[in-house]
């Protein structure tokens, strides 16, 4: 670590207040920049904490900058992790208010949920299987708090990987006998498809991010529990939204959801 605990706790504040006052902000590592991985995911703890200690709770986790698509918009080279609390989850058709966030855009994720709890080290995309439940389509909404969605990777770690809002519908499958490096998922903007890709995007198998997660938490001596929604990662590159616009993704054999966003 090289910040000190009091400007980590001072950052964490900070970059939660631009989330909760959504109100952007240049990349910490601007003023930081000695800044290392343990002091980002530091930060990223810190938040957490402040949310728990205000009522929220975890629902979830999530892997982020998971496909080439994705890194390459973002200009960055390996993926982040970060949490869901409660207050990011929107019901399957439901609204989200685009004056509570920054700049919001949209990805398409296959969400697994747990049936055992996943502890790394050692997981791989066959333990991961084994611990699903099943999987779900997922529109993830991110809104990252720098300005223009200008970071490098640790400040966007700190930032709770951009996390904002996210929705789940469709049909909860069973992972047997699916392919999930060859499913298809097209994500519609006002009716118009606006992104395609398949499974495979997200590091040849979106099961793969998961395992990274697990393995990243257990490096740090935690886990993801049984009955935990995880998300692997947009599949495509992130599409910018508006009020008024209606966003639907559809998953080979999965079903789908949606999502409309009002002022
Ligand atoms: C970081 C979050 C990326 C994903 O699925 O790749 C992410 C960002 O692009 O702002 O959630
Ligand atoms: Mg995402």
Known sequence: MKLERATILCLAEYLENCELNAQDTLKITDDHPEMDWEDAYAIQDEIRRRKLVRGARIVGYKAGLTSYA????MSVDSPCFGFLVDYFSVVDGGEVKVSELIHPKVEPEIAFV????LKGPG??????LAATDFVMPAIEVIDSRYRDFKFDLKSV?????????????GSMTS?????LRTLGVVLEKNGQPVALGAGAAVLNHPAAAVAMLANHLGAR????????????????????????????LRVQ???STSIRFVE
């Not at 747990?114 to 709890?117: G, H």
Request: hydrophobic fraction near 40%; glycine fraction near 14%; charged fraction near 20%.
């Open 123 to 128: 997981c791989h995309i066959g333990s991961v």
């Open 114 to 117: 747990l049936k055992k709890p």
């Open 70 to 73: 994705k890194m390459k918009q």
């Open 157 to 169: 770690i700190a930032d709770n990987c951009s996390s904002a809002r996210f929705v789940l519908g």
């Open 253 to 255: 054999n999965l079903g």
């Open 221 to 248: 001596g935690e886990e993801l529990p049984a009955g935990t929604v995880v998300l692997s990662g947009g599949i495509t590159e992130a599409v910018a939204v508006a009020p008024g616009d209606h966003v639907t």
């Open 175 to 179: 992972v047997e006998g699916l392919d």
